[in-house]
């Protein structure tokens, strides 16, 4: 088997997420016979395409057959999100056979549930998405995608929960404050050329690993109360129009920026989904609350949102400095500033944040300085202590050669110092032409040519 690169280790890897604990064993209503030749080799999940860092313990995890969430991996392989089909349907169980009164007792314990878990707020909504799919269509139609080809190869599963999931009835929709308690203001670092701006969520840990791990025990909280039920969860990890779905649950509107808001939350948090056959009362869907207020749409850098509820990934600085694999554009370098890893600056400006609530997860609390470092640092990273710094984190979603690109677009747009231009100076001979174009790019705007 060929070794892997150091590099290519660091990058984006799809894996298979456990979502649901061990049901109760020996039950044969509830156990999916395997096919042949498949019975040493258990492995389900919900596709966490994005999911970043080594999740080989997770893989190895056997998983009750009745809540594989995703297609079993027949040779020890990993899906990537090219390959994604769906989901086998969720079983019939027991708890299909509730009654109204007990699905309505159901829904008011749901909701101490997940504040026991630490989700601040959880709604649920029905499977509907007409308006939501043809305004999805039209934006990929118009390529406002950019190169997450996934979008559209996804098809309608995206926008029809019934099809990524067969015999889904309801999302039970969850949010939980993401902004680091202990993080220096946002602000300061914006203003400050020589530090790097990292979008406040990814400063913790990884959040698909936080809300994911807290998803199943919700699952199970729920199955220790009804009875084996059908689910599959889901963290920004498969075909799922998280927003929509959060909106129609009552969790808030998807703003001007495109951005879920909520009136008491503002709009700082992320969001988590179990998809489920259980037939719980519906919340009611959010109002639009933004007003005449624009505030967001000339906040954003590069003018990424060109009108009220549009958004074009291709000028996104969360998109071009994560999901983006070439080169940053050189129209829009200079406008990203020293952000190194996605944007706020839309929702800093919302004044429905100054409800944001501070994240109470620990995990989400600032490691390694990121809150606040400096560009020339970071830039001096070694491969291995970009690995080990970003190990269970969001950064390293992009790899080392994108992270010493983002950085390198940072210092072009640093004031000029001595630091500053040696510190881009030694990266001129780096073994990745991507890093060494961006290099170049940012010495030109010191004036150091060849």
């Known amino acids: 088997r060929k070794t892997r690169s150091a590099r290519e280790q660091g990058e984006h890897i799809p894996v298979a997420g456990i979502v649901a604990r061990p049901a109760q064993d020996g039950n044969p209503i509830f156990i999916r016979p395997l096919p042949p030749k498949q019975g040493q080799r ?28 995703g297609r079993i991996d027949q040779g020890g392989q990993r899906f990537h999100s090219g390959d994604y089909t769906g989901h086998p349907p969720l079983l019939a169980a027991m708890a299909s056979n509730l009654t109204a009164d007990e699905l309505s007792a159901l829904r008011s314990r749901l909701t101490g549930f997940a504040t026991a878990l ?31 080809q996934y979008m559209a190869r996804h098809g309608r599963r995206r926008s029809r929960p019934a099809e990524l999931v067969p015999g889904t009835l309801r999302i039970i929709s969850l949010r939980m404050n993401s902004t680091a308690p202990d993080a220096v203001a946002a602000q300061k670092v914006l203003t400050d050329g020589n530090l790097g701006y990292v979008a406040r969520y990814a400063l913790g840990r990884d959040y698909h690993k936080i809300l994911r791990q807290r998803l199943a025990k919700l699952a199970a909280m729920l199955e220790a109360e009804i009875g084996p039920f059908g ?5 920004d990890s ?20 495109t951005n879920l808001i909520n009136s008491r939350a503002g709009s700082l948090f992320m969001l988590g989904e179990l998809f489920t056959d259980l037939p719980l009362p519906l919340d009611l869907p959010a ?16 003018g990424a949102i060109t009108a009220p509820y549009q958004l074009d990934a291709r000028r996104c600085i969360s998109y071009l400095t994560i999901e983006h694999h070439g080169p ?13 890893f996605g944007c706020d600056d839309c929702q800093l400006v919302c004044p429905w944040n100054k409800f944001a609530g501070l994240a109470a997860e620990p995990g989400f609390r600032a490691r390694h300085g990121l809150d606040a470092p400096g560009l020339v640092v970071l830039f001096r990273w070694t491969e291995i202590e970009y690995l080990d710094r970003s190990a269970g984190s969001a950064l390293r ?48 705007r010191h004036a150091i040519r060849h």
């Open 42 to 69: 258990r492995r389900g999940g919900a596709l966490h395409q994005g999911v970043s860092g080594n999740a080989r313990h997770i893989d190895r995890m056997p998983v009750h057959r009745a809540h594989l969430s």
């Open 118 to 148: 630490g989700f601040d707020q959880v709604g649920v909504a029905g499977i509907d998405l007409p308006e939501d799919e043809a305004r999805l269509e039209r934006w990929i139609a118009e390529g406002r995608h950019g190169g997450m």
């Open 231 to 235: 689910y599959r969860a889901f963290v």
């Open 238 to 257: 498969a075909p799922v129009m998280e927003k929509p779905l959060a909106r129609n649950a009552g969790l808030g509107w998807i703003g001007k920026h």
């Open 287 to 302: 109002k639009d609350r933004c007003g005449t207020c624009n505030a967001c749409i000339p906040a954003c850098p590069t």
């Open 328 to 340: 940053i554009p050189e129209e829009l370098r200079t406008a990203i500033g020293n952000r190194i």
């Open 397 to 444: 979603r992009i790899g080392y050669p994108r992270w010493l690109r983002n950085v390198a677009v940072a210092l072009g747009n640093a004031p000029t110092s001595p630091e500053v231009v040696a510190a881009l100076k030694s990266r001129r001979e780096d073994p990745d032409a991507l890093v060494r174009e961006h290099v170049e790019w940012a010495l030109a």
